[in-house]
């Protein structure tokens, strides 16, 4: 059951840039931490970039410099701004959220996004 909503994906040429946005509607993100995972074809999903309701970030060595993870909690939306993309960033993003605290594993957060895919060409 999808419960988040990202948008903002697309096809962007290498060095360009993207913004996600991870919306909840109708529930809060009140000491939700949020993280963006990414699963490319073929590869495990993986945690890119979370964030603790009071703002602590973790960042993927893969992205860190590049990405930046962020939240307006008055408006329930996470982001990923991603700056720099290359070809190695193409994947499906989801956001997800928990309760609390980061976790690098997926299976740790309850609630899901439906996914936005992100393509990077070279």
């Known amino acids: 059951q999808v419960q988040l909503v990202e948008s903002g994906g697309g096809l962007v040429q290498a060095g360009g840039s993207l913004r996600l946005s991870c919306a909840a509607p109708?529930?809060?993100?009140?000491?939700?931490?949020m993280g963006w995972f990414r699963q490319a074809p073929g590869k495990e999903r993986e945690l890119v970039a979370a964030i603790t309701w009071g703002g602590s970030t973790f960042y993927a060595v893969s992205v860190k410099g590049r990405f930046t993870i962020s939240r307006d909690n008055a408006k329930n939306t996470g982001y990923l701004q991603m700056n720099s993309l290359s070809p190695e960033d193409t994947a499906v993003y989801y956001c997800?959220?928990?309760?609390?605290?980061?976790?690098?594993?997926?299976?740790?957060?309850?609630?899901w996004g439906q996914g936005t895919q992100v393509t990077v060409s070279s």
């Open positions: 997800a959220s928990r309760p609390i605290s980061i976790s690098y594993q997926a299976n740790d957060y309850g609630y």
């Open positions: 109708g529930r809060t993100f009140s000491n939700y931490a």
